[in-house]
């Protein structure tokens, strides 16, 4: 199974389920106590593996962007364990991840 992110501004990822997974449970936790937070966490309980942030408003859509751009490596990086098989191919879908929401982010501006 596969995930697939909109992030606006013509970009898209697309990827494995584990690394959507991963971003999803990213947001929630950083977006802790936000209605929004609540939205992602139904979608990756629902096992939906679609998460669109261009639809929302903007404000919100820069915010995201700019936490995935910015630390989502880094999370990846702190969380994923060491000896995990494949852990430096996992960080570079995340950096993947993060390359599509600066593009985002770029395109905004």
């Given at each position: 199974m596969a995930g697939t992110?909109?992030?606006?501004?013509?970009?898209?990822?697309?990827?494995?389920?584990?690394?959507?997974?991963f971003v999803?449970?990213?947001?929630?936790?950083?977006?802790?106590?936000?209605?929004i937070a609540e939205?992602?966490?139904?979608?990756?309980?629902?096992?939906v593996g679609f998460l669109n942030i261009g639809e929302l408003d903007t404000a919100m859509r820069i915010r995201i962007l700019t936490m995935i751009h910015e630390s989502l490596v880094a999370d990846g990086d702190a969380r994923l364990p060491e000896d995990l098989p494949g852990r430096a191919g996992g960080i570079?879908?995340?950096?993947?991840?993060?390359?599509?929401?600066g593009s985002a982010l770029r395109s905004d501006r």
């Amino acid at each position: 199974m596969a995930g697939t992110i909109e992030f606006g501004g013509g970009e898209r990822w697309d990827g494995p389920q584990w690394v959507f997974n991963f971003v999803m449970s990213y947001l929630v936790t950083a977006l802790d106590g936000e209605p929004i937070a609540e939205e992602i966490r139904e979608i990756d309980e629902e096992n939906v593996g679609f998460l669109n942030i261009g639809e929302l408003d903007t404000a919100m859509r820069i915010r995201i962007l700019t936490m995935i751009h910015e630390s989502l490596v880094a999370d990846g990086d702190a969380r994923l364990p060491e000896d995990l098989p494949g852990r430096a191919g996992g960080i570079g879908q995340l950096q993947e991840v993060a390359d599509s929401a600066g593009s985002a982010l770029r395109s905004d501006r």
